[in-house]
């Protein structure tokens, strides 16, 4: 067990590096890379929990499929030459103390809590387990889910057309 | 499984796909969208009073056909039909995109049907989630591209961290409980309220309904977005929108049981500061639709007082003010819509020489109005009532005071839009406003209906009473 607990907390800190860099990065490109390592951690993560078809799909579709649209979005829309802060110190300073009280509260309150002492029973998830479970017991949840992709796309498509005029990144410029 | 009882939401399904096929054909004329949009939303109607007795349970049981869910559908479906009425001219959106426009408003009705009958977590998520994501489509159809996108941006900005916020919840919910049915949390849950992670968890995932209702801290995008969106939608956002985030804000609650404490000191403060901050801003807005947001703001606070009372005669009384917003907060809209005939915001003085242009419509303001600010014999009075009383017999003497003193602040700018009106005289002499007699139909059933269920509401409130008691 002792193995398994020091690989967790190995992977939760590579995923919160990964993320902090991510987030905090001014080149648009290099975000999304460290993007990639956070979703191959929680990849991991997901293994290591016993779920190994989730594990897989995390791979493919995020750190894939999903990540590779975002390289292709950036390097088309040429946004990177963004010059100014994106948050000035004056806002940026009380959301990190905001941001940091939270973090006290919540492990007070995640540590106070007896659940957070439960021992987790080893358990592995067949994809075939997973799916049934998936499509069987929430198919409604799956149909709606499937609704909205096709919102999404109408939304796109209508983003993508209502702006052939002008160019995506005016429209950024404007709304910063 | 017994299809029959799913009927309405497969209606509201196929109505939306029978938009979806008309947008990709792109050849038909915005008169005959909005006539099929008009038969399709009445029919919706009918289908929903029809369906009105049914009672079951879908889905593994995570969808609950109940009167409760039945009525709030049907309130859904007026809600819509009524803001389909007065998209006969549709100015804010872009002819070509009209069929779009409608299908994303039915799907979104149909989104928030789906979201009074879940008692699954992860279907109210998804189906909150739904909602969402056509408002801010619908947001962005407007046809002064930067205001809508601007607006669409921020509401979906609020809403992905409300959203982000109340998934975070669920998560500690389902870590404490280990169960994700309402049902079942209402069996685990009472016993373990007061263990602070449970407390954390319940309001971090009411601030995904807080966002929908726009209650304080989730209430920033309101203004802009009623200000930005096309004012058809603005009308829809306040009222069909608020019907849902109100009936599943009362689901949720009542897995809490009688619970006192913390759960209900922090509902009494977001209430308290949600109506205090709506109607001080209202005071000083020009824009009749950022008005309007405020207003509706505060009205949240006025409704959650209902809901933190967490009886029976609480939540009846929540639904019944539900309706009463649905019928104001429409009328109010109206008489935006039909002044601004090009689908432009309007100020407070351009309602001026109101009652000599189009007298009927002024009245019909002027009562509405009266009923948001809780004016006898309006049903906005009687829905405060209601609410109030409710909270009275739990002894929130305070909150009632607090709640009177905002009545009292929010009769000053509801005063105001009646004298721009009905006092305040034009610049230039007013052009009579021609109104169409199909509108004057609507414009007498609205006064009627203000005025009967302010005067007689018992048959409408003994409705609420049977719905919500199957709550409990």
């Known amino acids: 067990m002792l193995l398994y607990t020091i690989l967790f907390y190995l992977l939760s800190a590579l995923i919160l590096a990964a993320t902090g860099l991510a987030v905090t990065r001014r080149n648009l490109v290099h975000a999304v890379v460290y993007l990639v390592i956070s979703f191959f951690g929680s990849a991991m993560l997901f293994y290591l929990l016993g779920a190994p078809f989730l594990a897989a799909l995390e791979v493919i579709i995020y750190a894939g499929a999903v990540m590779i649209l975002f390289l292709f979005i950036i390097m088309m829309l040429r946004v990177a030459d963004f010059e100014e802060q994106m948050f000035p110190p004056g806002q940026s300073i009380p959301a990190a103390i905001l941001a940091l009280g939270y973090l006290g509260i919540g492990a007070v309150l995640i540590f106070s809590d007896p659940g957070s002492r439960a021992p987790l029973l080893p358990a592995a998830a067949e994809p075939r387990v997973f799916g049934s479970y998936l499509f069987v017991k929430h198919w409604l949840a799956i149909e709606v889910v499937s609704l909205l992709l096709l919102v999404a796309l109408v939304g796109a498509l209508y983003i993508g057309r209502a702006n052939k005029a002008r160019t995506v990144a005016t429209v950024n410029k404007e709304n910063v | ?472």
């Open chain 2, 1 to 472: 499984m017994n299809w029959a009882l799913f009927n309405t939401e497969i209606f509201y399904f196929c109505a939306a796909v029978v938009f979806l096929v008309l947008a990709m054909l792109r050849q038909t004329g915005h008169r005959t969208s909005y006539h099929t949009a008009l038969f399709l939303a009445a029919l919706g109607v009918v289908v929903c009073i029809g369906t009105l007795h049914l009672d079951g349970l879908l889905f593994l049981e995570s969808y609950r056909i109940d009167l409760f869910s039945q009525v709030c559908k049907a309130l859904l479906a007026m809600g819509l039909l009524l803001v389909v009425c007065l998209c006969s001219e549709l100015e804010g959106v872009a002819a070509e995109w009209h069929n779009e426009f409608y299908m994303l408003l039915f799907t979104c009705t149909l989104a928030m049907m789906l979201l009074v009958s879940s008692v699954h977590m992860i279907t109210i998520y998804v189906s909150l989630e739904l909602s969402s994501y056509t408002l801010y489509v619908m947001v962005a159809l407007r046809r002064d591209k930067v205001t809508g996108t601007k607006a669409a941006l921020k509401y979906f900005l609020v809403g992905v961290v409300a959203s982000a916020v109340m998934l975070f919840g669920l998560a500690l919910l389902y870590a404490a409980c280990g169960a994700t049915y309402l049902t079942d949390l209402v069996r685990l849950l009472p016993p373990l309220l007061n263990r602070p992670l449970v407390m954390t968890a319940l309001l971090l995932t009411l601030c995904g309904f807080f966002f929908k209702l726009a209650v304080f801290p989730f209430h920033f995008w309101a203004p802009d977005v009623y200000a930005g969106a096309p004012n058809q939608l603005a009308a829809y956002i306040a009222t069909a929108s608020k019907v849902a985030a109100i009936a599943i804000l009362m689901r949720v609650t009542a897995v809490a049981g009688d619970a006192t404490g913390f759960l209900v000191d922090s509902l009494v403060v977001v209430a308290i500061v949600s109506m205090t901050v709506g109607n001080l801003v209202a005071l000083v807005q020009k824009d009749l639709k950022r008005l309007l947001a405020y207003s509706s703001i505060a009205h949240a606070g006025y409704v959650l007082i209902g809901i933190l009372s967490l009886t029976p005669a609480g939540y009846s009384g929540a639904l019944f003010y539900a309706l009463a917003l649905v019928v104001m907060k429409f009328t109010c809209f109206l008489v935006v819509i039909k002044v601004a005939d090009d689908g432009r915001n309007i100020d407070l003085d351009q309602l001026a020489g109101l009652h000599r242009r189009a007298p009927l419509l002024a009245m019909a303001l002027m009562l509405a109005v009266f009923g948001l600010a809780g004016i006898p014999p309006t049903v906005g009075f009687t829905a405060k009532l209601l609410v109030f009383n409710a909270a009275m017999q739990n002894g929130y003497l305070t909150l009632i005071l607090i709640a009177m003193f905002n009545v009292v602040i929010s009769l000053y700018y509801y005063l105001l839009i009646v004298k721009a009106a009905y006092l305040t005289e034009p610049a230039a002499e007013p052009a009579p406003m021609p109104v169409s007699g199909p509108v004057k139909g609507l414009v007498f059933a609205l006064v009627g209906t203000m005025l009967v269920t302010g005067i007689a509401p018992h048959y409408l409130i003994e409705l609420a009473r049977r719905a919500t008691r199957v709550l409990f």
